[in-house]
C-alpha cells in the first residue's frame, strides 16, 4: 500500500549504517509493518535526547518495492535540537520507533516541466522524486547545491543516473546558485519542487512570487530545522498561565510550553501549518522566524511566531531591539 498521513507506529531495526559523505550518515532500517514509500514522503522517528524522548521527521531516501527496507540519511547537526546527534550514535541491531511512511510532499505527475532544487541535506527529499521523473521522461532539471563536494551526500550516483539533467552548483567552487536565474528559467507551466535551509527556500519564493509565477506551482519540503540565526536559550513567558520557561537550545519553544503544562495548539510541528502560532506581547531580542507558512512582510513583524520552530535570539545587530546586554533573549507571549 501507498504512503498516507494516517500516523501508524511501528520498530524499525537499524541494519545497515554507514557514511556517505562529510557528517552524513545513512541509516537502513527495517520495519515491522512494512509499506511503499513514494516519492517525497518521511518517516517520523522516536530521537531520546538528554534522556527524553521526541519526535523528528526525516525524508526517506530509499525504500524497497515491498516497503521491508527503507534508508534515511542524516546530517549530524552540531546546532540542532539533538536529534542528529542521535541518529549519528545508533549502530546495526539497535531498535527505535517509526511512523509507517508519511506525505506531505507529493509529487504531481502531469506538469509541463519540473525543476527540483535540493539545497545540501535537502538533497534526500528530492532523489526518490528525480527518479520518477526520468523513468516516466519528464522533462525535469535537478539543481543540486551545496558549499563543497565533500558535504554533497549521493552527488556521484545521481551524476551518473541523471547525466546532463542534474545542475551542480558548489559554493568553494566559485559556482554558487544563482536564485533569479534559476527562477527565470521556470516557464508557466514549471513546477518547482525544493527542499533545503530556510534561506534559500526563502528566496526562491520571494523571487518566485515577484515574477508573477503561479503559487501552488512551488512546492516545498521542510524540516523546520535552519535558522536564520544560531540557537540560543532564550525565555519565554505567559503571564496569562503565570508561567516563565526558559527554552535551551536543543529544546522548541512549543515543547518547553508543554513541559510546563501549557495546553497548546499545534499540527506539523514543522512551520508549515500555522496552528501553533502565538502572538508576541513584548519582546526583548529578535525573533528567527523559520517557519515557511508566514509571508516575507509577516516575517518582518513581531506581533506573532510559529513557536514549533521560531526561536528568540539577543540582537545579532545590538542596534534594534530591546535587548538587555547580558542576558537571554525574553519573548512574552498570550496563546490561544
Ligand atoms: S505546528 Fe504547524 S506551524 Fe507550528
Redesign the pocket.
Known sequence: MAASNIEVWQLGTVVEVEKIATDVQRVVLEPSLPRKAEPGSHIDVMVRIDGTEDRRSYSIVESSEDGTRLAISVLKAPLSRGGSVFIHSLLPGDELEITQPLQNFPLRVGAGRYILLAGGIGITAMINMARVLKNIRADYTFVYAGRSRAVMAYLEELQEVHGENLVVHVDDEGTPLDVHSLVDSATEDTELYMCGPIRLMDAVRRTWTARGLSYPNLRYETFGNSGWHDPEEFIVKVPRLGLEVPVGKGRSM?EALEDAGADMM???????????EVRVLKLEGTIDHR?V?YSARQKNATEKM????SRAVTSPTGLASEASASGPAVVTIEVS
Open positions: 512549543l499545534f499540527d506539523c510541528r514543522k512551520g508549515e501549518c500555522g496552528l501553533c517557519d507558512f510559529a513557536c514549533c520552530v
